[in-house]
């Protein structure tokens, strides 16, 4: 099946800073998703994004799917921004079920 | 709009009870939905699928007859763990998509059920 990786597994900057979160996969992907789960365990969703650029605020994510690569970009941090940010990924054959890569755990700072 | 809900938030039941979670997509209706289950610091592994009114689709290594799902209407499914052991314990997530037939799904998240098995 599909491996999803994500970097980097922990990330710790003061508030205000810009960061950038990766998500690779090893193969072609039919949808791919970037989730925020907050400290509560609530996953709120940011992107549907199998390919191309979105915009959302102070997020944005970019996926260049022929270089099976996604990433997530966020500006002017905030505290409420930390957390476990998660990509999830479904691969194109038939039987492929949806893979979570492990997250990153952003931690912003006051 | 997207919005699911699960019910309860947490529960705490005894070794050999059974625990019934139930997760409602409360503004759209709901072809598929999916129960994960996540580990502390840990990813969330999905248990199955399920779509209404068929039988779900469980994973492998996920015991079909301890976890029973049901998905009788498109804003409902219920994921029942049967004699609970502590094992079992662990927070279960459910989500939902209104997308079938051409395989991708943008998923939206419940809350979680936070399940203690003592």
């Known amino acids: 099946g599909i491996q999803v990786e994500q970097s980097p597994p922990d990330l710790i900057l003061q508030e205000g800073a810009n960061s950038t979160l990766r998500c690779n996969f090893s193969d072609s992907v039919n949808n791919l998703q970037w989730f925020h789960q907050n400290p509560w365990g609530q996953l709120i969703n940011l992107f549907y994004i199998p390919s191309g650029t979105k915009q959302n605020g102070r997020l944005s994510a970019t996926t260049v799917a022929t270089e099976r690569y996604s990433l997530l970009y966020i500006s002017s941090s905030q505290t409420t921004d930390s957390g476990v940010y998660f990509c999830a990924v479904e691969g194109m054959n038939r039987d492929d079920k949806i893979i979570f890569g492990k997250g990153t755990r952003l931690h912003i700072l006051p | 709009g997207a919005v699911v809900s699960q019910h309860p938030s947490r529960v705490i039941c005894k070794s050999g009870t059974s625990v019934k979670i139930e997760c409602r997509s409360l503004d759209f209706q709901a072809t598929t939905m999916f129960w994960y289950r996540q580990f502390p610091k840990q990813s969330l592994m999905l248990m199955a699928t399920?779509?209404?009114?068929?039988?779900?689709?469980?994973e492998q290594g996920v015991e079909k007859d301890k976890f029973l799902i049901n998905h009788a209407s498109l804003t409902l499914s219920t994921l029942t763990v049967t004699s609970a052991h502590p094992e079992d314990s662990s927070f279960y997530i459910c989500?939902?998509?209104?997308?079938?037939?051409?395989?991708?799904?943008?998923?939206?998240f419940g809350p979680g059920t936070r399940l203690t098995v003592t």
């Open positions: 989500s939902a998509s209104n997308e079938r037939g051409t395989r991708t799904y943008e998923q939206y």
């Open positions: 399920s779509n209404e009114g068929s039988k779900a689709t469980y």
